[in-house]
């Protein structure tokens, strides 16, 4: 019923920025929580960072500071600013949409941090 497609992943030099943009489709449902995910090869999917849908946000430690998740409802499209790039942020990015009938992950994007 949702489908969901992260964009703005790349190269920077570690110290750089970016914005991961995560837009929604299909069929019309609640979104109860948006949250991005990371993972790199031979590691579990680890949260970085979460928005309810009354706008409360919530970070891992390891980027508390320098990751800020928002929302822009009227485009059905979910950011995670990254700032302060480190190369340990190197991994790929996936977006995740909690509706009340189930969850959705979309393909992810590629953020590579070069020192």
């Known amino acids: 019923q949702v489908q969901l497609v992260e964009s703005g992943g790349g190269l920077v030099q570690a110290g750089g920025s970016l914005r991961l943009s995560c837009a929604a489709s299909?069929?019309?449902?609640?979104?109860?929580?948006n949250g991005w995910y990371r993972q790199t090869p031979g590691k579990s999917r680890d949260v970085v960072a979460v928005?309810?849908?009354?706008?409360?946000?919530s970070y891992a430690d390891s980027v508390k500071g320098r990751f800020t998740v928002s929302r822009d409802n009227a485009k059905n499209t979910v950011y995670l600013q990254i700032n302060s790039l480190r190369p340990e942020d190197t991994a790929v990015y996936y977006c995740?949409?909690?509706?009340?009938?189930?969850?959705?992950w979309g393909q992810g994007t590629q953020v590579t941090v070069s020192s």
């Open positions: 995740n949409a909690v509706t009340p009938t189930g969850s959705y």
């Open positions: 299909g069929r019309p449902v609640s979104i109860l929580v």
């Open positions: 928005i309810s849908s009354d706008g409360s946000t």
